[in-house]
């Protein structure tokens, strides 16, 4: 959220004796030596705990279905599109996609629902379910990758664009950046939990006769960890969107440009482990808990609390205790009407000696515009104020 013109510093800042320095900043793995692009981001605070090029655009191959996924959970969750509604492959689409990578090997003589095409899309990676799932729904790939264009608008990835709804080699037309796909990775987790856990995270999955399994360096093997996906062509290198939650942390990650899958999955496991057992946390706020509250014009309350979506807290380096400062950010006097849930400004989080990170906060309640008795009633407000 930009050109937030209202900055309350809250009360609490907190200080010890020991002070972050460079010298106790934790050394990051070996393993990510290779990698040309690495972001690790601790989605309770915002903060980057390891970055490397994060906002330089690369190829995403199969990390693009991450973005079908997501705009199906849009359309499932706005109740537009049923887990168990039925889709068709069209001939053309066979001819084109059958056995083409990564596959279902679909046929038009298929009818897979909504739910069949997520777990292929998601497990398996599946080339052929990202089109016809795009394209039974949208109409054609074009229409679907508009709505996947609309959404990276929306979720403010604005250095990405999407061209494809597989990741297919395109000559380039679709790019992300790390910073945009931990975006992703956030709306998805947060926004949609129930799907997200239905269908990420799998190891295998069977359809029909088909057994697809997934090539997740991380689920099974790093505790915690459930997704998100891989991604390889000869023209991108080796890609992963990976995550894991653990003693109510959750770390996103983005490696792109591997050389080797080794290279990348040794890498993901290691950043993961070392982005939990070198860092602390300091609770701050749960998840639901009101942060501050934020000036509210023309509504028929003068105030509107501001809450976190997910349980915040700061990120320090082990056995480091820095200065922490909290400041909230909104463009205000908010104006009504203001939804519940509806996104309204941000949490900064300055811990000392290291980058402020930022998590999203959301109107706690629903402030509709103002009646006259209301404008009498605040403007007396005003007056006494």
Do not use: C
């Amino acid at each position: 959220m930009k050109s937030l013109s209202n900055v309350l510093t809250l009360a609490l800042v907190l200080a010890t004796p020991v002070s972050a320095s460079a010298a106790a900043m934790p050394v990051p793995p070996a393993q990510l030596a290779p990698i040309p692009v690495i972001l690790l981001v601790d989605l309770g605070s915002g903060q980057v705990l390891q970055k490397r090029h994060p906002d330089t655009p690369f190829l995403p191959a199969s990390v693009t279905k991450v973005m079908t996924a997501y705009v199906a959970f849009e359309e499932i969750g706005a109740g537009r599109l049923s887990l168990d509604r039925k889709f068709n492959e069209s001939p053309e689409t066979e001819r084109e996609w059958f056995a083409k990578g990564t596959n279902m090997y679909l046929t038009t003589k298929d009818w897979p629902t909504t739910r069949d095409l997520l777990h292929g899309i998601m497990t398996a990676s599946a080339n052929d379910a990202s089109v016809v799932l795009g394209e039974g729904y949208a109409g054609s790939v074009a229409a679907w990758t508009a709505k996947m264009n609309d959404a990276a608008r929306r979720l403010g990835m604005t250095r990405s664009h999407f061209n494809t709804p597989n990741g297919w080699m395109d000559e380039g037309h679709t790019y992300v950046t790390a910073s945009d796909l931990v975006k992703l990775a956030d709306a998805m987790i947060t926004r949609y939990p129930d799907l997200y856990r239905e269908f990420s995270g799998h190891k295998r999955w069977v359809w029909r006769d088909v057994h697809m399994r997934s090539h997740d360096p991380t689920v099974g093997v790093v505790p915690g960890a459930d997704g998100i996906k891989t991604g390889y062509t000869r023209e991108a290198g080796y890609n992963f969107l990976g995550t894991a939650e653990r003693g109510g942390r959750r770390l996103v990650m983005v490696l792109a440009g591997a050389p080797l899958p080794r290279v990348r999955d040794d890498a993901a496991r290691a950043l993961l482990e070392w982005g939990f057992a070198a860092w602390d946390t300091r609770p701050l706020f749960d998840q639901g808990q009101t942060v501050a509250q934020a000036r509210v014009q023309g509504g028929d309350r003068r105030t509107l609390p501001l809450v976190a979506n997910r349980q915040v807290h700061a990120t320090i380096p082990h056995g480091v205790k820095p200065r922490i400062t909290l400041s909230v950010h909104y463009k205000g006097p908010i104006e009504a009407p203001v939804r519940k849930g509806q996104q309204v400004g941000e949490l900064e989080i300055q811990v000392e000696g290291l980058e402020p990170g930022r998590v999203p906060l959301f109107a706690g309640r629903d402030v509709n515009k103002a009646g006259w008795l209301d404008r009498l009633l605040n403007g007396l407000a005003n007056l006494i104020s």
